[in-house]
């Protein structure tokens, strides 16, 4: 598999309580949604991509990409409901693999799909996981559609939805991200905006980021 095969799906179903609730994705960063930032970033890395969040889909129409609600109890697992959505819609797709990305992450790497795609070259059931700066990032992962039906299940007897908790059944590869200096600044790739500080912080780094 190539990483112009990929397809990816972005997570936006979380809310952002911290920033007075909402849409965190559709929040502004320089001048443009958080959102904006994150396709613009992910689009020339995959084949295909789509959006995944609940509710009245209209209200990402001017982002032109399919949305696809969650699977499963909704609230209450977390992310697990969207990659199980990921994964389904991946399926019909008949691809092998799907690439999830958090929407709140607007400065991961631009070799992301290439180096998760590269990690499984040879172990095809194996989930590939990104890291940087010694923390794992469950969400940003490479996941083999193969195993949707297991996630189904765990998703409906388990009561613990931790997404690495889910990957620890799995066999999983770690692939190590450097942290960037941007303007004398260390700026860990997978920082993701949760608080107001982050988004004046983000909004600084997306108008001197050039990675």
């Given at each position: 598999?190539?990483?112009?095969?990929?397809?990816?799906?972005?997570?936006?179903?979380?809310?952002?309580?911290?920033?007075?609730?909402?849409?965190?994705?559709?929040?502004?960063?320089?001048?443009?949604?958080?959102?904006?930032?994150?396709?613009?970033?992910?689009?020339?890395?995959?084949?295909?991509?789509?959006?995944?969040?609940?509710?009245?889909?209209?209200?990402?129409?001017?982002?032109?990409?399919?949305?696809?609600?969650?699977?499963?109890?909704?609230?209450?697992?977390?992310?697990?409901?969207?990659?199980?959505?990921?994964?389904?819609?991946?399926?019909?797709?008949?691809a092998a693999n799907i690439l999830?990305?958090?929407?709140?992450?607007?400065?991961?790497?631009r070799d992301l799909a290439e180096?998760?795609?590269?990690?499984?070259?040879?172990?095809?059931?194996?989930?590939?996981?990104?890291?940087?700066?010694?923390?794992?990032?469950?969400?940003?992962?490479?996941?083999?559609?193969?195993?949707?039906?297991?996630?189904?299940?765990?998703?409906?007897?388990?009561?613990?939805?931790?997404?690495?908790?889910?990957?620890?059944?799995?066999?999983?590869?770690?692939?190590?991200?450097?942290?960037?200096?941007?303007?004398?600044?260390?700026?860990?790739?997978?920082?993701?905006?949760?608080?107001?500080?982050?988004?004046?912080?983000?909004?600084?780094?997306?108008?001197?980021?050039?990675?």
């Open positions: 598999m190539s990483p112009n095969r990929t397809v990816a799906v972005i997570l936006a179903g979380g809310q952002a309580s911290r920033l007075g609730g909402g849409d965190k994705p559709l929040r502004r960063v320089a001048g443009r949604t958080i959102l904006d930032l994150v396709i613009e970033r992910l689009r020339p890395q995959v084949g295909q991509l789509a959006l995944n969040a609940n509710g009245d889909a209209s209200r990402f129409d001017a982002f032109g990409l399919p949305v696809i609600p969650d699977k499963g109890p909704q609230g209450q697992a977390g992310p697990l409901t969207g990659i199980l959505a990921a994964m389904d819609w991946a399926s019909a797709l008949k999830t990305v958090a929407g709140d992450t607007p400065f991961f790497p180096r998760l795609v590269a990690a499984v070259e040879n172990a095809p059931e194996a989930i590939a996981v990104a890291k940087s700066a010694q923390r794992s990032h469950p969400v940003f992962a490479l996941w083999p559609v193969s195993m949707r039906a297991d996630l189904r299940r765990f998703l409906s007897e388990s009561d613990n939805f931790s997404v690495a908790g889910f990957q620890g059944r799995y066999q999983t590869i770690s692939v190590d991200f450097p942290v960037r200096s941007t303007n004398g600044r260390e700026v860990d790739p997978f920082f993701n905006i949760n608080t107001q500080e982050d988004l004046l912080t983000a909004d600084q780094w997306a108008r001197s980021d050039r990675t």
